[in-house]
């Protein structure tokens, strides 16, 4: 499997937070299909060729991504994509 590892900083405030995780949960399972796991600041994903996390916590939001043999040749694609997904939803709040 193949790792994409992503990190921003934000401002957002305790209930941005929510709203953004939210969101991105609802993005998660509705757009891409993936099985989502919720704890306090944290997402765990899974779908078919690709599994990860997305930690949200004050001042920071990190994620990483493991990609199945078959994603791997759009490993470049994918991490521009997981980026801008994470630029809209961080700005959005």
Known sequence: ???IRLSR???LSSEEREVV???LIEYLEETLNATVKR???RITFKGKGYGGHVALDAGTVEGSVRLGVMMKP???VI???IGKVL???LGAA
């Open 79 to 81: 991490s521009r994509e």
């Open 21 to 23: 995780m939210s969101a």
């Open 87 to 89: 630029d809209h939803y």
């Open 39 to 41: 704890s306090t600041g």
């Open 9 to 11: 900083t934000h401002s």
């Open 1 to 3: 499997m193949s790792d």
């Open 74 to 76: 759009l490993k470049g």
